[in-house]
């Protein structure tokens, strides 16, 4: 069997360029795409392995990152919420009551198995399944979050982030550091390796032409 550099040796033959990639046509009405080699994978363990490092520095960060991946959401996530309810503070109690570093409300621990929400583990815990469930419930970061500070009530009866100016600052705070955060645990991208391929400008049957569209 002749290779295909054999047969693109002994045919004339159009190059389409195309992005990344090329498409030979042969005179025999054959097309071959010679493809660029795929960029290399970020593993999963290089991007837990690169949260780790860029959040290791911010307070419970080991217990924020068991608690979230327990959840089921983004660390980066419960750093922004933790953060804007109680500025890391796991004795901390709002004037309604709400406790600890996710500022748990007394019936939102109970209903997460809580009875200790001052205790950090496990008010993270509780805090990250509540998130989990909200953003389930409305199929959006900035509605759970809404219904986090506001209640799940208060987003179905407005339809969306309710008109409290509480909430409206709150909702822009905590995706606004959620997304400061994210960025500091991205990893660039790998390099794409060269191509194998290389195109013989001094072959007169070989030219480039535009990919129709």
């Keep these: 069997m ?36 795929e960029s290399p994978r970020i593993s999963d363990a290089e991007r837990r392995e690169a949260r780790r490092q860029a959040l290791g520095s911010l307070p419970f960060s080991s217990q924020i990152e068991a608690a979230a991946e327990a959840g089921g959401i983004d660390p980066e996530l419960l750093h922004a919420v933790v953060q804007a309810e109680s500025a890391y503070n796991p004795r901390a109690v709002s ?34 399944r509540h998130l989990r469930d909200l953003i389930d419930h409305f199929g959006d970061v900035r509605l759970a979050l809404s219904a986090y500070n506001a209640g799940a009530g208060a987003v179905r009866k407005y339809g969306g982030m309710p008109p409290y100016a509480e909430t409206q600052a709150y909702v822009p705070k905590v995706t606004e550091r959620y997304e400061a955060l994210k960025k500091t645990t991205e990893l660039a991208p790998p390099p794409v390796p ?12 070989l030219r480039l032409v535009q990919r129709p569209d």
């Design 2 to 37: 002749r290779s295909l550099l054999a047969i693109l040796a002994s045919l004339p033959l159009t190059v389409v360029a195309g992005g990344a990639d090329y498409v030979l046509r042969l005179d025999d009405r054959a097309q071959y795409r010679l493809y660029q080699p």
């Design 194 to 205: 060269p191509s194998p391929y290389r195109l013989r400008g001094d072959d007169l049957e």
């Design 95 to 128: 004037p309604k009551g709400a406790l600890g570093l996710a500022q748990l409300m007394p019936s939102t621990a109970r209903m997460y198995g809580v009875s200790d929400a001052l205790e950090p583990a496990n008010n993270l815990r509780a805090g990250a």
